[in-house]
C-alpha cells in the first residue's frame, strides 16, 4: 500500500523579489509591492486545496524599518488598504488571521485594523487555514523578547531557572499555540533564511524557488509541495 502524501502543516514564506520585479519593468518599487500582495490569494489557494493548516509571510522585517521613509509610508499605506479591502475572500474561505513581530512599532491604523481582524475570526471548528503574518519581525528579537519575558517571570517568582527548558522557551514566543513550519519557501533565487522564524525553524524543510515573488504561480507552489512530499524528514533519526 502507498504511504499517505506528505502535507506539511504549517508552510512559511519568505516572500522575496518584488524590489527587483519592479526594476526591471522600470516601475517604482511601490508597484512590485502591489504585484507581490496579489499573489497571495494564489499560495492561500494552493495550500487550502493542499489542506495546509498554518501559512506565515514575512511581510516586514525589523530591518526594513532601515529603508527610505517614503517607501515605508507607502508600504503600510498598502498593507492598510490590503487589511481592509483584500482579506474579505479570506475569511469565506476560512481564514482566520494572526500577526507576529514588535507589532506595537507599527502605525495605530494598522494595529487597530490588525486588531479587528483577530477580534474578527471564526471559531476554532470553522478555520481551515490560520495566515499569519509576521510584521515589523526578527527572529533574533524573538528570541530576545522571549528571553526577557522568562526573565521577568523568574524576577516575578513565577518560575526558576531550572525549570526553563525547551518547552518553556516555546511558551514565551510570540505564537507559542502554532505549530513550527514544516516547509519554508523562498523566492527570488535568493538561499538564505534573513532573520525568519530562527527558533522555529530548527528542523523545517527549505525549498528556494528562483522565481521572483510578483510572479509566482499556483503551479510554482505546488511545485514546492511536491518536492516537499517527496522527503524523508528523519529529525536526527536514521
Not at 16 to 37: E, I, Q, S, V, Y
Not at 115 to 127: Q, S, T
Not at 177 to 184: A, Q, T
Not at 215 to 234: K, P
Amino acid at each position: 500500500m502507498n504511504e499517505a502524501r506528505q502535507i506539511p502543516a504549517h508552510v512559511a514564506v519568505i516572500m522575496d523579489g518584488n524590489g527587483r520585479w519592479a526594476n526591471k519593468r522600470h516601475l517604482p518599487r511601490t508597484a512590485g509591492h502591489r504585484a507581490g500582495a496579489k499573489v497571495v490569494e494564489k499560495l492561500l489557494d494552493t495550500c487550502l486545496t493542499a489542506g495546509v493548516r498554518y501559512v506565515t509571510l514575512f511581510c516586514f522585517s525589523s530591518e526594513n524599518w532601515n529603508r527610505p521613509a517614503d517607501e515605508i509610508n507607502a508600504l503600510f499605506s498598502m498593507l492598510d488598504d490590503y487589511l481592509q479591502r483584500e482579506v474579505a475572500p479570506f475569511r469565506q474561505k476560512g481564514v482566520n488571521f494572526s500577526f507576529a513581530g514588535r507589532t506595537q512599532a507599527l502605525p495605530e491604523k494598522t494595529q487597530g485594523l490588525m486588531a479587528g481582524l483577530v477580534r474578527d475570526n471564526l471559531p476554532p471548528e470553522r478555520e481551515k487555514l490560520r495566515l499569519i503574518m509576521a510584521l515589523s519581525y526578527g527572529g533574533r528579537e524573538e528570541i530576545v523578547d522571549a528571553a526577557r519575558r522568562l526573565a521577568q517571570r523568574v524576577q516575578n517568582g513565577e518560575t526558576t531557572p531550572d525549570q526553563i527548558d525547551e518547552a518553556a522557551f516555546r511558551g514565551a514566543l510570540y505564537l507559542p499555540d502554532v505549530p513550527d513550519p514544516d516547509l519554508v519557501i523562498r523566492t527570488s533565487g535568493e538561499k538564505r533564511i534573513s532573520n525568519f522564524l530562527l527558533w522555529q525553524s530548527a528542523y523545517s524543510e527549505f525549498v528556494f524557488l528562483d522565481t521572483l515573488w510578483p510572479d509566482c504561480t499556483e503551479r510554482d507552489f505546488r511545485a514546492a509541495l511536491d518536492e516537499y512530499a517527496a522527503r524523508h524528514r528523519r529529525f536526527g533519526k536514521v
